[in-house]
């Protein structure tokens, strides 16, 4: 069986992928890494396990060699609002990470490899209505940075090299199981949990924000779609556009109302806001549904319920 490893296993995205993904494949065919001290117990008890940090190349080589790894998910991220925060952690992480991965990957001859982009590739120049697959890259913070700069990368090591490298420009993320860490998208989960705990929620940005977004399976499955794949069918090495839904915070806000009486939300932006702004609004990904059958299937009511539902059962026992 081909051998899988998830590099940022218990981030965001990394914790849902890696147990759909043993789900598919078997627990001993995926090895989950993090450069953190612990695995959750779901991880852990699920599969192999390792630790080491993305930039730690000869380390990473020789798991890779160890396990005779064929595939290679490299989600090993800093987000946008935590990048600001620190710009060099997240250039070395983001960036000379992903350079180190694709290096590995070219060494030991893996044979195909995943690397996140974001919607956060565009800037304030972008189009934000219906964001095209081609157009202006502007990024304003380093996160968008690295990931126009990793896209490029992507794309040049699969023109030099012929590595079979694919990736997706996810949208905001929202998920019960892994919390978010430190996204301008945040409040899109956050407003579950603080829904449920307390009936309340001081939202981050403003309640005319519209962000594209997309509920969690739907990006898993997407991800484990692109990689299945033929390879000829693809026709963007950069990073394909993904939609799903766009909101306004004060859509979502409505939605969970309706699931949680008595919930009240109120408004005060922060520096995320600035970040939330230079972002596209909705995105055209009508190349993805062509090339290989993209399409999503939560829309804002469904991915609420079923938030609720799941958030109940975790929070509350219920
Ligand atoms: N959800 C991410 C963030 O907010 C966007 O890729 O940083």
């Known amino acids: 069986m081909a051998k899988v490893l998830v590099i940022g296993a218990v981030g965001q995205i990394g914790t849902e992928l890696t147990v759909a993904l043993r789900k598919k494949f078997g627990g001993q065919s995926v090895i989950a890494a993090t450069r953190k001290t612990a695995f959750p117990e779901e991880i852990a008890a699920g599969g192999p396990c390792e630790y080491f940090d993305v930039l730690e190349k000869e380390k990473m ?3 890779v060699k160890k396990h005779g790894i064929e595939t290679i998910y490299q989600l090993a991220s800093l987000l946008s609002a935590t990048g600001e925060k620190n710009p060099d952690a997240a250039f070395d992480i983001n960036l000379l990470g992903l350079k180190s991965s694709l290096d ?11 690397w996140p982009s974001s919607i956060a590739a565009f800037g304030p120049t972008a189009p934000h209505e219906g964001t095209p697959q081609r157009t202006v890259l502007e990024p304003t913070t380093m996160y968008g940075v690295t990931k126009v700069a990793g896209e490029l990368l992507c794309q040049y090591y699969f023109r030099k090299y012929g590595l079979d490298i694919r990736s997706v420009r996810y949208p905001g993320l929202i998920s019960y199981k892994a919390e978010p860490g430190g996204g301008a998208t945040d409040y899109s989960v956050a407003i579950f949990y603080e829904a449920i705990k307390n ?12 962000l594209p977004m997309m509920y969690m399976p739907d990006a898993i499955r997407g991800t484990i779609e692109l990689m299945g794949a033929p390879s000829e069918r693809l026709t963007v090495r950069t990073s394909y556009n993904l939609a799903a839904i766009s909101f306004s915070a004060m859509e979502l806000a409505d939605e969970v109302a309706r699931l949680i009486p008595g919930f009240t939300c109120s408004y005060e932006p922060d520096s995320r806001q600035q ?8 995105i055209d990904d009508s190349q993805a549904r062509r090339d290989w059958g993209w399409k999503h299937e939560y829309d804002l009511r469904r991915m609420s319920e079923d938030m609720v539902k799941n958030l109940k059962t975790k929070l509350l026992g219920q």
């Open 104 to 114: 590995v990957a070219r060494e030991c001859k893996v044979k195909k490899i995943f």
């Open 61 to 63: 080589k020789e798991v």
């Open 199 to 210: 009936r309340s929620y001081r939202c981050f940005v403003g309640p005319q924000t519209v």
């Open 275 to 282: 970040i939330a702004d230079s972002w596209p609004k909705s």
